[in-house]
């Protein structure tokens, strides 16, 4: 083991391997990560300069795209693939709102999910499940969703910067397509995702990745339309994350820079 292990580590992680959630965490500043993280992600930073901005303006679009289902009334949402905690997370964001609202957070890396235990000791309104996106049976009846969730009233499910760590073959749309199923009318699906770019760039970050077995796949506008399958999309439709219902000063020059299309769906 080349790294010292902290107390608050879970026993089962391998901190010789970088880990997704961990180098998220890096690029947003947060200190739940390890050297072999921090190395990837300097190493990305090197490829993809702007990788900690393409980080915050997902996190921004997350508000964004939360505010708007408070607003259309979501009082509950199942956040998969939620990360380590970070400034604004769902339930932070939701009770300000409402302190009444229940959220659900899901997460397949340990440090995650330990973390966001931590936070959330003695809120009776949110929970934490450690589990996998491509199993919504286990998450849909896990006992955090049946005590907190009810799929007789709208809900919004959050995928935001998730699916483009799952291959196709791996059926992320079965699962998402069952997400959209449990959800009641006047619910959402919320999404966010690497965009496919025929770039260096692009192909570099890939290489260093999977390099590390971490699966990575941008998809075209036209494939992410196909997760919304059951919902219409909320105006205006998939577009570049900046561009997602904008906030007055919102900087949305060139935002391609963003390298990441978001997208919210409403089932009917
Ligand atoms: C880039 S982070 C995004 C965190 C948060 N959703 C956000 O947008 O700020 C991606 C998260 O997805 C998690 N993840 C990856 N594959 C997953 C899966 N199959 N099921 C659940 N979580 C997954 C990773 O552990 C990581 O925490």
Redesign the pocket.
Known sequence: MSTQRPGWAPEDIDLDRPN??RV?DYLLGGSANFAKDREFADHLTKIAPHAASIARV??AF?RRAVTYCLNNGIRQFLD?????PTAGNVHEIAHRVDPSVRVVY????PV?VTHTERMLAGNDNAAVVG????EPETLLTSSAARRLLNFDEPIAVLT???LH??DDDKGPHAAVARYVDAMAPGSYLVL?HIAAEDTDEQAQARTLYRKDAIPIVARTREQLTAFFTGTELVEPGIVWTPLWHPEQFDNLEEPERSKGYAGVGRKP
């Open positions: 997704a959630a998220y997902n996190r997350l998969i693939g939620s990360g380590i899901v997460d397949i890396e995650a589990g996998d996106l491509l935001v910067a998730v760590f799952i966010s």
